[in-house]
């Protein structure tokens, strides 16, 4: 079976992500029905680099969320563990700097980065909280980080409508369009075990992240926090 389990062991979250990186892309096109491009653009907003600064895109996976800096002409580092993902990137732009590693262990000096963000690998990873930690470390002081996270619909109807759609919907229709339909019932469980907004934002204070806030967007199915490093 190749998926992961709320476990997250990096074994098998990483051969889970080997395959589905062929659809990876298209997978995520289908199933938040073409949200994603709105989320990412938010999210790239948020970071707010600039020409010359650099930043890290963590649990980059095949690049999606790293081409939006690279075509702004900013220094982007895209890291990821999962090779499947890397290798799919890398065919697609090879003018990325993609870069192995992991999250709970990163490849880079202290202090390196203006910027910092991940988005919808944090859940993923085994310890997240190591992992902020880690974030904090490489960033340079006055840094941000921004993170897009699948989290909790704060409206109770509409929390419940999501829930059908993530628990039944979601995983039949990843069966017809994913190279890995059975990692689509993770991604389900993982949302619903995921801490909400307010649970996420103490975990970014409690390693060192500051002025920490969030946007919900789309009722609160994703949520964008924001803290600097200072
Ligand atoms: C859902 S994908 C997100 C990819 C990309 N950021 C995007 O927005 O499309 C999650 C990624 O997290 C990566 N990941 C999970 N745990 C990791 C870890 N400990 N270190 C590095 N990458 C990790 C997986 O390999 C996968 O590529």
């Known amino acids: ?19 589905v990186a062929a659809r990876y892309d298209i997978t995520n096109d289908i199933l938040s029905m073409g949200q994603t491009r709105r989320w990412r653009k938010i999210v790239v907003d948020a970071v707010d680099a600039k020409r010359g600064e650099r930043v890290l895109d963590l649990a980059a996976g095949t690049g999606t969320s790293s081409e939006p800096y690279a075509d702004a002409g900013v220094s982007v580092v895209a890291c990821d563990f999962s090779t499947g993902m890397l290798e799919v990137g890398k065919k697609r732009r090879p003018d990325i700097d993609f870069v192995k590693g992991d ?59 999501y829930t059908e759609y993530l628990m039944r919907a979601l995983p039949a229709i990843a069966t017809k369009v994913s190279s890995n339909p059975t990692a689509y019932q993770y991604l389900a469980e993982s949302i619903r075990a995921w801490p909400n907004q307010d649970g996420l ?6 390693v060192g992240w500051r002025d920490v806030q969030y946007r919900n967007l789309a009722g609160g199915i994703v949520a964008v926090h924001r803290g600097f490093k200072k």
């Open 103 to 161: 999250a709970m262990n990163l490849p880079f000096a202290d202090n390196s980065f203006d910027a910092v963000t991940i988005s919808f690998g944090l859940r993923n990873i085994q310890d997240p909280r190591l992992a902020l930690s880690e974030m904090h470390r490489v960033a340079k002081p006055g840094a941000r980080l921004v993170i897009a996270e699948f989290s909790h619909p704060t409206f109770s109807p509409w929390r419940t409508v």
């Open 1 to 19: 079976m190749n998926r992961a389990t709320l476990e997250k062991r990096p074994d098998e979250v990483q051969s889970m992500f080997d395959a």
């Open 201 to 206: 934002a103490a975990w970014l204070d409690a």
